[in-house]
């Protein structure tokens, strides 16, 4: 139910008794636009007819941030989180539906503790992948975090959902390193690990932002890296052999070493590979010599570096780039981006490939990311986490349309591409990556007053498999009446069914 603007008001006076009035910012602030629009990188969702909160709250402590839940309960206004605002769908600040909500954004709680004796940090759920990998390596050299590429996510929407990265093969998943969580939940009561109780404890680790709570910081484990890493860019076209060489990637790829990590991005008629290997550049030469001799890698391939200069150079292409670049926030509007994902669990043919390709040609609107699985990520058992994309799964794939303006082009091409792959996909449910969300593969329906199971199941099995069920039936646990809900959000399941 949308609650009355009388509601709205009682709300944002409830909030004034608890919380600064600097830290709760409505649209007559002069700030208000800005702090919304600082963590929107889709010009899609930042328009006249977006839906937009009714205020932003900006909270610097746990307790600003119970006081939003619980005046939040009681006028019956959501609350929406962000940390980074990555959302592939913008559900951390914007609602597809007309909804009175108010977006909390974590931005400012952003510390990061890194324990070097134990091997361990503290990172608060405002903080960036970047700002976590830059404070790890400066604090305590030798030791890193296994998270992903794009340093201005937030770690409290990549953690919540998985954390896929370049050395997931060797360390796992950023979820399979968290060891202890404090998260506010449904009735603002601030909890750890502990308190949490295993159900919840093992929900919020995988099964996706946005359902279960609040989660303010993160007790990860850090891991080993040796002073120099190397890093090689290798791009073959279609006329040097990319097909043949991606067809033979899927299977070797997954079966490496786990201190070799290779992935794909397929665009613009050519396959770029990039290879990060933990340790120096005659050894991984060596080894792709004999392993993967289709790519040619010589010495001239090779740029070592600190692992830390590693997390910037694969997105600058340059080694010359400053790892100070990890502390920058900013994002801006940029490009209008679709996204969709898949898994893949049986190589594709070279004969496949060849369709494949011509799908990236000159003028196509996007591009195709291939991320290796196996090693250690392929080994944890499937319901260890919600995230069940485990033994057997060769690599995920995701599709990222671009364009600008009012143009069709792009979702155009990445639908037609994605119903394309369909046949050469997992499927039965044909998988899906829960970050890297995508509401067409189905939106819930409230039904009096509380999201369908059935409506939740239909894209719910997709990101989580089997272990959808216990995430249901943990929401029903722990936030019966569905207070954290969105248009993707883990129904509760009051009984087993
Ligand atoms: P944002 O703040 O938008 O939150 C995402 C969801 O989590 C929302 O539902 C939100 O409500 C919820 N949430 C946020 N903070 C929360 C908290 N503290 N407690 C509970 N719920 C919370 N992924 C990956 O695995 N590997 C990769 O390499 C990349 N690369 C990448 C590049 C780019 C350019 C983008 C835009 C995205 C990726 N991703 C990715 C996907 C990324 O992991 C995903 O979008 C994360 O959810 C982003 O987290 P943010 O905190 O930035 O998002």
């Given at each position: 139910?949308?609650?009355?603007?009388?509601?709205?008001?009682?709300?944002?006076?409830?909030?004034?008794?608890?919380?600064?009035?600097?830290?709760?910012?409505?649209?007559?602030?002069?700030?208000?636009?800005?702090?919304?629009?600082?963590?929107?990188r889709?010009?899609?969702?930042?328009?006249?007819?977006?839906?937009?909160?009714?205020?932003?709250?900006?909270?610097?402590?746990?307790?600003?941030?119970?006081?939003?839940?619980?005046?939040?309960r009681?006028?019956?206004?959501?609350?929406?989180?962000?940390?980074?605002?990555?959302?592939?769908?913008?559900?951390?600040?914007r609602?597809e539906?007309?909804?009175?909500?108010?977006?909390?954004?974590?931005?400012?709680?952003?510390?990061?503790?890194?324990?070097?004796?134990?091997?361990?940090?503290?990172?608060?759920?405002?903080?960036?992948?970047?700002?976590?990998?830059?404070?790890?390596?400066?604090?305590?050299?030798?030791l890193?975090f296994?998270?992903?590429?794009?340093?201005?996510?937030?770690?409290?929407?990549?953690?919540?959902?998985?954390?896929?990265?370049?050395?997931?093969?060797?360390?796992?998943?950023?979820?399979?390193?968290?060891?202890?969580?404090?998260?506010?939940?449904?009735?603002?009561?601030?909890?750890?690990?502990e308190?949490?109780?295993?159900?919840?404890?093992?929900?919020?680790?995988?099964?996706?932002?946005?359902?279960?709570?609040?989660?303010?910081?993160?007790?990860?484990?850090?891991?080993?890296?040796?002073?120099?890493?190397?890093?090689?860019?290798?791009?073959?076209?279609?006329?040097?052999?990319?097909?043949?060489?991606?067809?033979?990637?899927?299977?070797?790829?997954?079966?490496?070493?786990?201190?070799?990590?290779?992935r794909?991005?397929?665009?613009?008629q050519?396959?770029?590979?990039?290879?990060?290997?933990?340790?120096g550049?005659?050894?991984?030469?060596?080894?792709?010599?004999?392993?993967f001799?289709?790519?040619?890698?010589?010495?001239?391939?090779?740029?070592?570096?600190?692992?830390?200069?590693?997390?910037v150079?694969?997105?600058?292409?340059?080694?010359?780039?400053?790892?100070?670049?990890?502390?920058?926030?900013?994002?801006?509007?940029?490009?209008?981006?679709?996204?969709?994902?898949?898994?893949?669990?049986?190589?594709?043919?070279?004969?496949?490939?060849e369709?494949i390709?011509?799908?990236?040609?000159?003028?196509?609107?996007?591009?195709?990311?291939?991320?290796?699985?196996?090693?250690?990520?392929?080994?944890?058992?499937?319901?260890?986490?919600?995230?069940?994309?485990?033994?057997?799964?060769?690599?995920?794939?995701?599709?990222?349309?671009?364009w600008?303006?009012?143009?069709?082009?792009?979702?155009?091409?990445?639908?037609?591409?994605?119903?394309?792959?369909?046949?050469?996909?997992?499927?039965?449910?044909?998988?899906?990556?829960?970050?890297?969300?995508?509401?067409?593969?189905?939106?819930?329906?409230?039904?009096?007053?509380?999201?369908?199971?059935?409506?939740?199941?239909?894209?719910?099995?997709?990101?989580?498999?089997?272990?959808?069920?216990?995430?249901?039936?943990?929401?029903?646990?722990?936030?019966?009446?569905?207070?954290?809900?969105?248009?993707?959000?883990?129904?509760?399941?009051?009984?087993?069914?």
């Open positions: 139910s949308v609650p009355s603007l009388a509601a709205s008001g009682d709300f944002l006076q409830c909030l004034s008794s608890s919380i600064p009035s600097e830290r709760v910012l409505t649209p007559s602030s002069p700030s208000f636009t800005s702090v919304l629009v600082s963590s929107i889709n010009p899609k969702f930042f328009t006249p007819t977006t839906v937009r909160p009714l205020c932003i709250v900006t909270p610097t402590n746990a307790s600003h941030v119970q006081a939003a839940v619980l005046c939040g009681r006028h019956d206004v959501r609350l929406r989180v962000r940390s980074g605002g990555h959302d592939y769908e913008g559900l951390s600040y609602s539906r007309p909804e009175v909500f108010a977006v909390v954004d974590l931005a400012n709680l952003r510390a990061v503790r890194v324990d070097r004796a134990a091997g361990t940090a503290w990172v608060d759920s405002g903080a960036t992948v970047g700002e976590l990998y830059y404070a790890v390596a400066k604090a305590a050299p030798g890193a296994s998270a992903g590429v794009c340093s201005t996510m937030g770690l409290g929407g990549h953690i919540s959902g998985g954390g896929m990265g370049m050395m997931m093969r060797k360390y796992g998943l950023s979820i399979d390193n968290v060891l202890d969580a404090t998260l506010v939940d449904a009735n603002g009561r601030l909890l750890d690990k308190a949490m109780g295993s159900d919840l404890f093992w929900a919020i680790r995988g099964g996706g932002g946005g359902n279960f709570g609040i989660v303010l910081s993160w007790k990860v484990r850090l891991v080993p890296v040796p002073p120099t890493v190397t890093f090689s860019n290798i791009q073959k076209t279609i006329d040097q052999g990319a097909a043949n060489a991606v067809t033979k990637w899927q299977a070797l790829a997954p079966a490496l070493p786990e201190d070799l990590s290779i794909v991005i397929v665009q613009n050519h396959a770029l590979f990039q290879t990060l290997y933990l340790g550049c005659s050894a991984l030469v060596r080894a792709m010599s004999s392993l001799p289709e790519l040619g890698m010589t010495r001239a391939d090779c740029r070592e570096m600190t692992w830390l200069q590693s997390t150079y694969i997105n600058s292409g340059d080694t010359e780039t400053p790892v100070e670049t990890l502390l920058n926030r900013t994002t801006s509007l940029s490009t209008f981006t679709k996204n969709k994902s898949d898994y893949v669990k049986q190589a594709i043919t070279k004969d496949t490939w369709k390709f011509p799908w990236f040609n000159s003028s196509a609107a996007g591009i195709m990311i291939l991320e290796p699985h196996g090693g250690r990520v392929g080994s944890i058992a499937d319901g260890d986490t919600p995230y069940p994309h485990r033994s057997g799964v060769l690599y995920n794939i995701q599709y990222v349309a671009f600008t303006g009012n143009g069709t082009d792009g979702p155009n091409w990445i639908s037609g591409l994605y119903n394309f792959m369909e046949p050469f996909v997992s499927k039965n449910p044909r998988g899906a990556y829960v970050n890297y969300r995508d509401l067409d593969i189905g939106e819930n329906t409230v039904v009096g007053g509380v999201t369908s199971y059935e409506t939740g199941k239909v894209w719910g099995e997709s990101y989580f498999g089997a272990n959808f069920q216990r995430l249901a039936v943990t929401k029903g646990k722990v936030d019966a009446s569905d207070y954290f809900r969105n248009e993707q959000s883990v129904p509760p399941l009051l009984s087993r069914k």
